[in-house]
């Protein structure tokens, strides 16, 4: 074992791999009534929409340690079938829901016909298959949900003879209703789906009518035209994901490439939506986020949780608005690690109950900034609670602790307990120098005498004078080795580390004109470093992309002096062995 961060939970490292063939997406769970994790898949042994391209199943007994051999639900997979979603029925059938290309049709035209795609994974027929034993097999005949044409597919380049969809979106049940998301694709082009749309399927008898060809189905919402994004907020609007309120209310969140998540609420069922809205935080700051999932999941306390990317704004937009750039090594979909929760709860509205957002927190994370982290499920057992995620070539479930997930919902209320300081001192002075973890280190342990990130962090909080300016804690040693906290013309506070091998300044964005109480967050699992002012994590506004930043790789430890320096324009300094989540920054 080497030092690096065995024991950070947030680490997709750490989790619990889910076989597949290679490629695998979209690994989503339902609890069987025999006691299982039912776990469906996309995979196949090349790359995203490759031919071969099919769902499986495997089971779990022991919350995802180990699996069965998976079983694919079509047997010969000669026709792409992909991107499933379960629903587990009052009797304990379950049924899988997926897209199949059952024409076979091997190539399609862009919208504007000047581009040919040979990926034909997300067209044809939105299917269903059916188990009576708990996931072990699945019947031998496929069913056809009958979806209604939108104006988007009459327009498509086919006349909707040919129809382009997925679907990423958990099914739920309301009223004895079930409900299936469906993502209407009407253009192909930049970014494969150049125009898209959500869906509601409707079926009120799927959940007690044992014949399959008997259950029916109606496509919501009532009209021509689907959720789309806000006016102004570009053709793309997909990946919807669903909860339902205490006062039966539907909330939808799902993904533009405007920058930002957004949302939607029906009051009749889904047959009509509010005009779609940038979803913002209790403190009223829209919620950044990439073209990548976003889900939302009701938990069984009542509260919910809000998994998106915390980074976008006008700066995605502006990327899909000139998509040729001469660094070709850019991607629409890039940027979706680290992974970010907020919590979140209802309150009362004119219309009706509406969920509110805490600060971001997060939560899972790779060391190497290219991996990208999506398609997430959330399991809930015996008070556990459990995230699974795709990476697109290693699936995995994560434990994660439950004490966690109550800091955050704490921290909406100002409930969150702050953790004892290692130093609690008033400015100015001069207090002795704290130890504060590395951040590379030899690695002593193993064969190979290299380095590593051990992990862990810290975190400084300042509490600043009305005329704070300059300098306000100085670590710095007669090299300018060490560390420095420094309040810019700008008021961008800037965490200066500094020591043989180079110097990196790492600047928050533009602080309030009333922030009292900074926090700088150095969390030393993914080498980032976050910044907080008076509780609300500062994630860049109109200004950045991105609030946090990367720690450079040849940085090894911020320790250089014996005594720091502490200015009198902070009244007071808090200093922590560990990165504090955002919740605890009060």
């Not at 970010?340 to 997060?362: A, H, N, T």
């Not at 002075?429 to 992990?455: C, E, K, Q, T």
Request: hydrophobic fraction near 35%; proline fraction near 7%; charge should be negative.
């Amino acid at each position: 074992m080497d030092l690096t961060s065995a024991d950070d939970w947030r680490d997709i490292a750490q989790g619990r791999v889910i076989p597949s063939d290679g490629y695998c997406d979209q690994p989503y769970i339902v609890k069987t009534d025999d006691g299982a994790w039912l776990c469906c898949l996309t995979t196949g042994s090349r790359h995203e929409g490759a031919p071969g391209q099919h769902v499986v199943t495997m089971r779990s007994f022991d919350q995802g340690r180990t699996w069965s051999a998976p079983v694919k639900v079509e047997p010969d997979c000669e026709l792409e079938n992909s991107y499933a979603v379960m629903l587990k029925a009052n009797s304990g059938r379950i049924y899988i829901f997926y897209g199949h290309n059952s024409d076979n049709v091997r190539s399609i035209v862009s919208h504007d016909g000047q581009s040919v795609f040979t990926r034909v994974d997300s067209l044809g027929y939105y299917v269903f298959k059916y188990s009576d034993d708990h996931g072990r097999s699945w019947s031998r005949q496929r069913h056809v949900v009958p979806v209604r044409a939108f104006q988007c597919d009459r327009e498509n380049v086919y006349q909707g003879n040919i129809r382009f969809f997925w679907n990423v979106g958990r099914p739920f049940v309301h009223d004895g209703s079930a409900y299936i998301p469906l993502i209407k694709v009407g253009r192909m082009g930049a970014g494969f789906f150049a125009q898209s749309e959500g869906a509601l399927l409707r079926s009120v008898n799927l959940l007690s009518e044992t014949d399959p060809e008997k259950i029916s189905f109606e496509t919501l919402p009532d009209g021509d035209v689907g959720l789309r994004s806000p006016a102004g907020g570009g053709p793309v609007a997909e990946e919807q994901s669903y909860v339902v309120l205490s006062d039966g209310s539907f909330c939808v969140s799902y993904r533009g490439i405007d920058g930002y998540g957004v949302e939607s609420y029906s009051r009749d069922g889904g047959r009509t939506w509010s005009a779609p809205q940038y979803r913002q935080t209790a403190s009223g700051r829209r919620m950044k986020n990439p073209r990548a999932a976003n889900f939302t999941w009701k938990c069984e306390n009542g509260k919910y949780l809000y998994w998106f990317h915390n980074h976008g704004g006008h700066f995605i937009r502006d990327f899909w608005a000139r998509p040729s750039l001469p660094n070709g090594d850019c991607s629409y979909y890039d940027d979706r690690n680290p992974a970010w929760l907020c919590g979140g709860r209802e309150e009362d509205s004119p219309e009706g109950k509406i969920i509110v957002w805490s600060e971001p927190e997060l939560v899972l994370y790779d060391r190497d900034p290219f991996i990208r982290i999506s398609y997430p499920d959330l399991v809930e057992e015996d008070g556990n609670f459990f995230l699974t995620e795709t990476q697109k070539n290693i699936a995995r479930v994560h434990p994660i602790p439950a004490a966690f997930l109550e800091k955050i919902w704490q921290g909406m209320d100002g409930a969150c307990p702050t953790p004892t300081p290692l130093l609690d001192t008033p400015g100015p002075w001069w207090p002795p120098a704290m130890r504060l973890p590395s951040f590379f280190v030899r690695n002593s342990v193993g064969s190979r005498d290299g380095g590593v990130r051990p992990g862990g962090g810290f975190s400084l909080q300042l509490e600043l004078r009305p005329d704070a300016a300059g300098m306000l804690l100085d670590g710095l040693d007669h090299n300018d080795y060490g560390f420095a906290v420094r309040l810019s013309p700008q008021r961008e506070l800037e965490l200066v580390l500094s020591d043989p091998w180079g110097k990196q300044v790492l600047a928050s964005p533009p602080l309030p004109e009333q922030a009292v109480v900074v926090t700088i967050l150095v969390d030393g699992g993914p080498a980032l470093v976050s910044f907080v002012a008076d509780g609300c994590f500062l994630d860049g506004g109109e200004d950045r992309q991105f609030g946090f930043q990367r720690l450079a790789s040849f940085l090894r430890h911020p320790n250089w002096v014996f005594q720091w320096t502490l200015s009198k324009a902070v009244a007071n300094l808090r200093v922590f062995n560990r990165c504090l989540m955002t919740a605890e920054c009060r």
